[in-house]
C-alpha cells in the first residue's frame, strides 16, 4: 500500500454497548499497517471522545481484544471510562 512510514491503517467493526440506558461504541481495530498495541484494539468511545488507554483492550483476535476490553470496563460507570477535559483557563488578562 502506498501510505507514508508513519501512518497507521486499520480495519474498524462496531459495537454498541448500552449501560444505565446510555450507548458507547466500542470499536474494534483490525491492524494493517502501522505501530498498535496488539493485532487487535478494542477502543470504547462517545464518536469523538475515546477511553483513557487503560480501559482499551488487546489481542490476537477480535473476539480476544473486544473481551479484554469488556473486563476492564466491567462495573464502571461512563464517567470513569473517559477522560475528564481540564477546566477552561481564563485568557483573559487583569490589567
Not at 1 to 8: A, E, P, R, V, Y
Not at 33 to 42: E, H, R
Not at 57 to 63: C, F, I, L, S, Y
Not at 66 to 90: A, H, M, Q, T, Y
Request: charged share 25%.
Amino acid at each position: 500500500m502506498d501510505l507514508h512510514q508513519t501512518d497507521i491503517l486499520t480495519k474498524i467493526s462496531r459495537y454498541n454497548l448500552i449501560r444505565n440506558g446510555r450507548m458507547i461504541y466500542i470499536d474494534v481495530h483490525q491492524k494493517i499497517q502501522g505501530n498498535l498495541a496488539g493485532k487487535f484494539i478494542a477502543v470504547p468511545n462517545l464518536v469523538n471522545i475515546v477511553a483513557r488507554p487503560e480501559h482499551q483492550g488487546a489481542g490476537e483476535d477480535e473476539p480476544k481484544a473486544l473481551e479484554d476490553c469488556l473486563k476492564k470496563i466491567k462495573g464502571l460507570n461512563l464517567e470513569d471510562i473517559f477522560p475528564v477535559s481540564p477546566p477552561k483557563r481564563n485568557t483573559l488578562k487583569d490589567n
